[in-house]
């Protein structure tokens, strides 16, 4: 049994992502060459997400960025990675290292990038 959470808050509209593929290529004679995926994960994804939210106290609870904010910083300092559904619907499993936490008035943002690992 998995103990692997999932990150479930509601991340900005426009988040980038990049998708990597990596390959092993041998090049042989006449100018032909061959190429394969490299393992049976080849595939790496890449996002950056920010999560937002008013920044208010008065009634004792969370915004959702901040939650967002201590879930990450949690699963970071204890290196465990988790699930993830990308926009494009994939549920992949990720993990990020370095968080980006902005408050700006009554608005507190937290901006990271979450990269594909397999388990």
Known sequence: ??????????????????????????????????????????????????????YTKCDGADGEAVLAFKFIREQAALAKSFFWVTPLGDRIRVESSTITPKKTGAVFSVSTTFTQVYR
């Open 1 to 54: 049994m998995s103990d692997t959470k999932e990150f479930s808050f509601k991340v900005r509209a426009e988040p980038s992502g990049s998708i990597t593929n990596r390959t092993n290529k041998s090049k042989l004679g006449d100018g032909y060459s061959v190429s394969s995926p490299d393992g049976i994960n080849s595939e790496l994804q890449s996002w950056s997400i920010t999560v937002t939210s008013p």
